[in-house]
Nanobody, 115 residues
Framework: QVQLVESGGGLVQAGGSLRLSCAASGNIRSFNYMGWYRQAPGKQRELVATVTSGGSTNYADSVKGRFTISRDIAKNTVYLQMNSLKPEDTAVYYC?????????WGQGIQVTVSS
């Protein structure tokens, strides 16, 4: 069983930055991939960014150039650095991982960007 714990969310003004962290209970090198999703009120959950076990990254078009996903294998932690935040980035952000092709989710963390 994989447990994912997010931290680092909060309230920030437009144009500001936040860094989200996702600490995993297992060795992330054995995960197929890890990533971040978000869900705004009244909207479906959407992909934000992913990183594969080989280190390849993928981003939603809406965050390219502003968000960066990275990982610290020694700490079994994945990060999402969010810069130039916009009010439309306001959402609950979820850490996601695939281990042995089964998906796992964190509990979610609120990010609110004020205009």
């Amino acid at each position: 069983q994989v447990q994912l714990v997010e931290s680092g969310g909060g309230l920030v003004q437009a144009g500001g930055s936040l860094r989200l962290s996702c600490a995993a209970s297992g060795n992330i090198r054995s995960f197929n991939y890890m990533g971040w999703y978000r869900q705004a009120p009244g909207k479906q959950r959407e992909l934000v960014a992913t990183v594969t076990s080989g280190g390849s990254t993928n981003y939603a078009d809406s965050v390219k150039g502003r968000f960066t996903i990275s990982r610290d294998i020694a700490k079994n932690t994945v990060y999402l650095q969010m810069n130039s935040l916009k009010p439309e980035d306001t959402a609950v952000y979820y850490c996601n991982a695939a281990y042995r092709l089964s998906p796992y989710w964190g509990q979610g963390i609120q990010v609110t960007v004020s205009s």
